[in-house]
């Protein structure tokens, strides 16, 4: 017996597409919050980091093994956090696009006002998606 092709309707496609493109814009959204998100303890500025890479350059050639090792992976993640700096995030057009999706979504997965605002997300942004406490 042959099995019987499905066949997708066009509302079904968009409807898988429009979840997507709500998925997408929550994810990115949640993700810029975290990137942006205010670290604890002082801040290091780009000159300081700088200074702290030469001085582990030159400090390698002595270190023993051990010191070596993690003032090796000090370098990296000095590295990443410069770039990151550099790196501009529009966090005003990802919130626009959460706002087009959040309540979508939330309805769609049972995601109430609560769960934001644990997530982070600003109780005006919550306003301006449409999701309201007890929601």
Known sequence: MAKKKRIMSDDHKAALAEG?????????????????????????NPESMRTRLANIDQELATADPLAALNMRQERIDLRAELAALST??????????????????????????SVW???????????????APGS
Not at 118 to 129: F, Q, S, T
């Open 88 to 113: 501009k995030i529009d966090i005003k057009g990802l919130e626009d696009d959460f706002v087009a999706a959040a309540k979508g979504y939330g309805l769609r997965k049972g995601i109430g006002y």
């Open 20 to 44: 997507r493109a709500q998925s997408r814009a929550v994810s990115n959204y949640l993700e810029a919050l975290t990137a942006t998100r205010p670290k604890r303890g002082r801040k290091r």
């Open 117 to 131: 605002r644990e997530a982070g997300v600003p109780v005006e942004v919550l306003r301006r998606a449409g999701v």
